[in-house]
C-alpha cells in the first residue's frame, strides 16, 4: 500500500498544473524576481502569504482567484531552483539545507570527553586475540608456541597502534583548553 506519496502527485499540484497554461500567458502577474513569500497586505498592512488569494488576517481579495493564486505561485517557484521546497502556505521560503553532520570529535574534545579515535587498530587487536585463543587449544607445543607468538605480535601491534599512536595523534600532549574539566 502506498501511504507516502511522492510530491508531484499530490492532488493539489495536479489542479495547479492544470491551471499555470492559463495563467502561464500572462505572466506580469507575478514578478518572479522578488524572492518572498510573503506580502505587506494593502487593505491591513500585516505581513501575509504572498500566493493565497485572500489575506490572512483580514480576508482581503490579493488575487482574483485561487487559481491565479497558485499558478501564480507556481510560475514564483520554478523561476528559481532554490524555491522547489517553498510552499505557498509559508511566509518564508525553507531554510537551506544546513549540514547536519556534527563533528563529534571536535565537540569531545572541546568538551574533555575522552573518545577513542575511529580506527581499524580494534579489529587487528581481535585478529591477536583469535591467535592468542587458538594457541590455547591443546595443538602440537611448537604450534601452541607460533600462535602465541603471531597472536601476541598482532595483538601487541594493534594496542600499540591505536591507544597510543592513533590516541597520541588524535590528543597531542597538553590537554585541551577546558573550563577546568578532568580529561577521562
Ligand atoms: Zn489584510
Not at 41 to 52: A, D, S
Request: hydrophobic content about 40%; aromatic content about 10%.
Amino acid at each position: 500500500m502506498e501511504v507516502y506519496r511522492r510530491p508531484e502527485s499530490r492532488p493539489w499540484e495536479r489542479i495547479e498544473s492544470k491551471t499555470i497554461v492559463a495563467v502561464a500567458k500572462k505572466p506580469r502577474y507575478v514578478d518572479v524576481s522578488n524572492p518572498s513569500l510573503s506580502v505587506q497586505c494593502p487593505n491591513c498592512g500585516l505581513k501575509t502569504q504572498r500566493f493565497l488569494d485572500h489575506c490572512r488576517n483580514d480576508g482581503y481579495k490579493l488575487w482574483p482567484s485561487s487559481e491565479m493564486a497558485s499558478a501564480a505561485f507556481k510560475a514564483w517557484r520554478d523561476a528559481d531552483p532554490r524555491r522547489a521546497d517553498a510552499s505557498r502556505y509559508d511566509l518564508e521560503l525553507p531554510a537551506e539545507p544546513m549540514d547536519a553532520t556534527i563533528d563529534y570529535v571536535a565537540r569531545a574534545h572541546h568538551l574533555g570527553i575522552h573518545l577513542f579515535p575511529n580506527s581499524n587498530y580494534p579489529f587487528i587487536i581481535c585478529v591477536g586475540a583469535l591467535f592468542l585463543a587458538l594457541a590455547a587449544i591443546p595443538f602440537d607445543g611448537s604450534v601452541r608456541i607460533g600462535l602465541l607468538v603471531i597472536g601476541g605480535l598482532i595483538f601487541l601491534y594493534g594496542v600499540v597502534g591505536w591507544v597510543l599512536v592513533e590516541d597520541v595523534r588524535m590528543f597531542p600532549s597538553g590537554s585541551p583548553s577546558t573550563d577546568g574539566e578532568v580529561h577521562h
